[in-house]
């Protein structure tokens, strides 16, 4: 089936041919990947959230949904939760619809699925404990090979105190620093674009060009797209902000996930502005208080602690998208705009409609 909807919308960058994913997908998945179908095929007859985020627009465009098809949907959900306190199908309703934890699973199985090299994949079932195992190596071997290189005089070693135009890099070289972090961010990039290869490849993305998808249409998609990554506009739950905690709407882990991202731009920044007064104006580190690197790289480094802080803080206060249901206040809020959507449904596209409506307005009294 051919959406009406534009190519220059992100969502029709899914493929409209059928199709199936290939044995990239695990057998791990085939539970996930069903409930997955299941409740999409629900999703997909109601429709009640499709201004929600880029999921449910997403999802109209197909009748049936392959494995491809799914696991690009699970990658479009942000974990806003919106949907699920506004589901009328949700537990205790004997459909028992709790579409954010289903998508999160299968979007762990496609990290999973779509890491390269692929004898590392599976540790992404063990993240956290890899990072940290990973972190702790990492500073060890730094610290003992400074110190076999340097010594640990007091005077002139590893523990000197460093003064003065280059002492920044008097420890540990500067090629030493620039080596491993060029070799490391070459080795991220590479392993994160065969990786999103072969996730375009196995749920249909178009190239620029092919059939039907002009360059233009390209260009307008990915702009589109980036936009709304930059500004996380589907972590606003349609509008009114995630359900980060319970069914109150909230905006704040938007706004944390954008202190982490752009403290991280602005350390990036220093970084640069650094490069360019050493190479360029022939001035070495260290820098004075007030000076551009120093300042962007305290700003950036505040934004990332805060926006870590918080989001650790969310997912420890948070409920995990228990089965609760709806408040009325939250009912409220969406009662127009569901059921002027509701009504607007054709019947082709909306099972049994006027059972929808009844049900949803019978829901939202």
């Known amino acids: 089936m051919r959406s009406a909807r534009p190519m220059s919308d992100p969502t029709a960058m899914m493929d409209s041919a059928p199709g199936t994913t290939t044995a990239t997908l695990t057998l791990a998945m085939a539970a996930t990947l069903a409930e997955a179908r299941r409740s999409m095929e629900v999703c997909n007859a109601c429709r009640y959230c499709e201004g ?4 449910f627009p997403a999802m109209e465009l197909r009748r049936a949904f392959t494995d491809g098809d799914l696991t690009y949907l699970a990658n479009l959900c942000h974990g806003c939760r919106g949907c699920f306190y506004a589901c009328q199908y949700a537990p205790p309703h004997e459909f028992g619809i709790n579409l954010p934890p289903v998508l999160a699973e299968l979007r762990r199985e496609t990290y999973v699925a779509y890491a390269w090299p692929p004898p590392f994949a599976a540790l992404y079932r063990r993240n956290g404990t890899v990072v940290s195992i990973g972190t702790a190596v990492g500073i060890a071997v730094v610290l003992l090979l400074t110190a076999a290189w340097q010594g640990v005089s007091s005077s002139t070693g590893l523990v000197a105190r460093q003064v003065g ?25 590479l392993a994160l674009v065969l990786g999103a290869r072969h996730f375009w490849r196995d749920t249909g993305g178009l190239a620029p060009g092919s059939r039907g998808l002009g360059v233009r249409a390209f260009g307008a998609a990915v702009a589109r797209a980036a936009r709304d990554a930059l500004t996380l506009r589907n972590l606003g739950g ?16 938007r706004r944390w996930h954008h202190a982490l ?25 260290p820098y004075p208080l007030l000076s551009l690197p120093v300042l962007l790289g305290t700003a950036g480094g505040i934004g990332m602690v805060a926006g870590c802080t918080g989001l650790v803080w969310l997912k420890i206060v948070g409920h995990g998208c228990a089965p609760r249901r709806p408040s009325g206040r939250h009912l409220r809020l969406l009662r127009p705009a569901a059921l002027q959507h509701v009504r607007s449904r054709p019947l082709s596209l909306c099972c049994a409609s006027a059972e929808c409506v009844r049900a949803a307005e019978c829901w939202c009294r």
């Open 165 to 189: 135009p280059g002492a920044f890099y008097r420890v540990i070289p500067e090629k030493a620093m620039v080596g491993v972090a060029l070799a490391t961010t070459l080795w991220a990039v």
């Open 52 to 55: 929600f985020c880029a999921v």
């Open 238 to 253: 349609g509008g009114h902000g995630c359900n980060d905690r319970d069914e109150a709407f909230s905006q704040a882990r």
């Open 261 to 285: 991202f752009y403290g991280f731009l602005l350390c990036l920044a220093s970084t640069i502005t650094a490069a360019i007064y050493q190479h360029g104006r022939h001035l070495v580190a």
